[in-house]
């Protein structure tokens, strides 16, 4: 073991684990005409990302009960059209394996719906012994209480803890929750693309995770 005790490491799921068709641009679209279709001026709410529109908008419109279902309808349908055709990350299964055959626990914490969680996993044996996803949590990443009750439920402390993911917001709310972080870069990012946040390791590949935490 390293300098740096890992006994648990949490990853994200889309972009990290798998690689689904889901197109994001489109999603948030659909959900800024919702949000146009509410009778509220869209344009403060696109800087903001998908789930946090929703949020914001909500208490905003007439009905936010029926506007919060009809949004969450819309994503769940999106959702489970772009698991069709996903893709295992390279050396996903076997790195998660390798994980579990020493003993460090591992936890998935998804913004994705459970329903596309459970697609996927019909297709891809990801071994773990914890699973969250925005329904399971009152606050998704990069809100750490996301991360923290998966390590809870780990029975992880976050010092000896990491989280994994392709995005700027996984390592955000791995430090917030006071956890080693490490950056997947998708070949699609450009090398800088965890500048801004710094985490404690860059990897292209999930096996890279091997020599970080037995050197």
Known sequence: MSSRPVLAILFDLDGTLVHTRIDFLRMKQVILDFVSGAGLDPEPYRPRDILSIISNAAPHTADPDAFLRQAEAALVE?????????????????????????D?????????????????????????????TRADTPRVKPD?????????????????AAMVGDHRMDVEAGKAAGMHTVGVLTPERPEDYFREVEPDLVIRSLPELRTWISP
């Not at 999106?78 to 579990?100: F, K, N, P, Q, Y």
């Not at 297709?123 to 914890?130: G, L, M, T, W």
């Not at 750490?144 to 000896?160: D, S, Y």
């Open 144 to 160: 750490p209480l996301h991360l923290r009750l998966a390590l809870e439920r780990l029975g992880a402390a976050a010092e000896q």
């Open 104 to 132: 460090i626990r591992v936890g998935i914490v998804t913004r994705n719906c459970p329903q596309a969680a459970a697609r996927v996993f019909e297709h891809f044996a990801f071994p773990h012994e914890v699973l969250l």
């Open 78 to 102: 999106i959702e489970i059209a772009a698991c069709e055709g996903a893709v295992e990350a390279d050396g996903a299964v076997e790195t998660l394996s390798w994980l579990r055959d020493r």
